[in-house]
C-alpha cells in the first residue's frame, strides 16, 4: 500500500496568533462594548 500523506501541522507562531485572536479578542471586545454604555463611568 501507498504511505498516507500527513497533512502540515499549523506551526507554533500561528498557533499563538490564533489563541490571542480568539482569547483576547473577545475581551477587548467587551470591554468596548461595555466602556461605550457608561459601565466604568463614576456615578458621583
Request: proline share 7%; no cysteine; aromatic share 12%.
Amino acid at each position: 500500500m501507498s504511505k498516507i500523506r500527513r497533512e502540515k501541522e499549523a506551526s507554533p507562531r500561528l498557533q499563538k496568533i490564533v489563541l490571542l485572536i480568539f482569547g483576547l479578542g473577545p475581551i477587548l471586545i467587551m470591554g468596548l462594548f461595555l466602556k461605550s454604555n457608561g459601565f466604568f463611568d463614576s456615578p458621583f
